[in-house]
T-cell receptor, first 111, second 112 residues
């Protein structure tokens, strides 16, 4: 199993600023994933965070907007840069360790 | 890539009734089909999964069936209770470290 924590749990940010979300897992995992979930919507994969190499981004998501760090096998960060109201969403990190586990999410509101 | 369709988007039932949620997938190489339950304000959590070498799997009031030929799988919840109210997501993947593709979700409402 895997226990995932995220910080912050929620934030309200001004347009044009950046927010870094942290994800900590209680065991070493090869791949960590970052998802976005807009209200009432499904889970959209942003990128896969690989330790020791650059993240792999899904179509529609770019590194300049969503830079990711993965300094070790238990930790990752996602930055939402130059935010606009359209970035308001819940951001979840996730790992696969036998099954897929999700963090509690970070609820971001951009004003 | 994989495409997962999920129906219905909303399902409203009376307590004690059964609920069925259906999903179809497009990639015949997919062999792992998990279902997640997401309560309001909570994270998605795995409730049951099935692999392609099995046609049906049951866990108490929850069952999942898989038809590989037709490329569809379904979640069945019997004797529904108000605490079953949540959004349910199906997913399909090739297993292992392959990243699942999620359906759009079904909001299940169980009326007392």
């Amino acid at each position: 199993s895997a226990v995932i924590s995220q910080k912050p749990s929620r934030d309200i940010c001004q347009r044009g600023t950046s927010l870094t979300i942290q994800c900590q897992v209680d065991s070493q995992v090869t791949m960590m994933f970052w998802y976005r979930q807009q209200p009432g919507q499904s889970l959209t994969l942003i990128a896969t965070a690989n330790q020791g190499s650059e993240a792999t981004y899904e179509s529609g998501f770019v590194i300049d907007k969503f830079p990711i760090s993965r300094p070790n096998l238990t930790f990752s960060t996602l930055t939402v840069s130059n935010m606009s109201p359209e970035d308001s969403s819940i951001y979840l990190c996730s790992v696969i360790s036998g099954e897929q586990y999700f963090g509690p999410g970070t609820r971001l509101t951009v004003t | 890539g994989e495409n997962v369709e999920q129906h219905p988007s909303t399902l409203s039932v009376q307590e004690g009734d059964s609920a069925v949620i259906k999903c179809t997938y497009s990639d015949s190489a997919s062999n792992y089909f998990p279902w997640y339950k997401q309560e309001l304000g909570k994270r998605p959590q795995l409730i049951i999964d099935i692999r392609s070498n099995v046609g049906e799997k049951k866990d108490q009031r929850i069952a999942v069936t898989l038809n590989k030929t037709a490329k569809h799988f379904s979640l069945h919840i019997t004797e529904t209770q108000p605490e079953d109210s949540a959004v349910y997501f199906c997913a399909a993947s090739k297993g292992g470290s392959y990243i699942p593709t999620f359906g759009r979700g079904t909001s299940l409402i169980v009326h007392p």
